[in-house]
T-cell receptor, first 110, second 113 residues
Framework: QKEVEQDPGPLSVPEGAIVSLNCTYSNSAFQYFMWYRQYSRKGPELLMYTYSSGNKEDGRFTAQVDKSSKYISLFIRDSQPSDSATYLCAMSVNDYKLSFGAGTTVTVRA | DVKVTQSSRYLVKRTGEKVFLECVQDMDHENMFWYRQDPGLGLRLIYFSYDVKMKEKGDIPEGYSVSREKKERFSLILESASTNQTSMYLC????????????FGSGTRLTVV
């Protein structure tokens, strides 16, 4: 079993829809949780960063962490074609060495 | 604009060649990492370094080595390239205690023929 599980999709939604992405994990020691966005032929870029449980909102993006269920989510509201990318979850015990999910490919149709 | 720069975007090498992938960061970060990214497998850590001349094996170090002679530069070496090392290679850096995740380079797509 992988340490971090992420459904690879692909996920296709119409413009304006809410995109819901999630990851599960097995290591209860994880306490730093991140979402990265990766456009085609580019390196990943940090999108959201959360420490421990709770919610964090940044514009159209909301990250949720439920440590009791070992489950994290990313929601994208009012999705745009420019949101089409691969989204990677990542997590860490010590904010140093990250464990990544496999990534979910999202397409937002105009 | 802070940056992690990988020297090549695309490389084609022959089986058995020694291959060098270079990565430079301009953020004075202590930590640097090399990952490979393959479809369905995500990012897998090859090696990382938390200080000059220091290195630690990641999850898949076999067939690779690294060098960090200066703080800003971290090199990945494929001692004898094989076709199963065809992949996207990503370099990243982070600050110790920075709590801001990694900054990645744009990647090097290596094809071994």
């Amino acid at each position: 079993q992988k340490e971090v599980e992420q459904d690879p999709g692909p996920l296709s939604v119409p413009e304006g829809a809410i995109v819901s992405l999630n990851c599960t994990y097995s290591n209860s020691a994880f306490q730093y949780f991140m979402w990265y966005r990766q456009y085609s032929r580019k390196g990943p870029e940090l999108l959201m960063y959360t420490y421990s449980s709770g919610n964090k909102e940044d514009g159209r993006f909301t990250a949720q962490v439920d440590k009791s269920s070992k489950y994290i989510s990313l929601f994208i509201r009012d999705s745009q074609p420019s949101d089409s990318a691969t989204y990677l979850c990542a997590m860490s015990v010590n904010d140093y060495k990250l464990s990544f999910g496999a990534g979910t490919t999202v397409t937002v149709r105009a | 604009d802070v940056k992690v720069t990988q020297s090549s975007r695309y490389l084609v090498k022959r089986t058995g060649e020694k291959v060098f992938l270079e990565c430079v960061q301009d953020m004075d970060h202590e930590n640097m990492f090399w990952y490979r990214q393959d479809p369905g497998l995500g990012l897998r850590l090859i090696y990382f370094s938390y200080d000059v001349k220091m290195k630690e094996k990641g999850d898949i170090p076999e067939g690779y080595s690294v060098s960090r002679e200066k703080k800003e530069r971290f090199s990945l070496i494929l001692e004898s390239a094989s076709t199963n090392q065809t992949s996207m290679y990503l370099c990243a850096s982070s600050a110790t205690g920075g709590a801001y995740g990694y900054t990645f380079g744009s990647g090097t797509r290596l094809t071994v023929v």
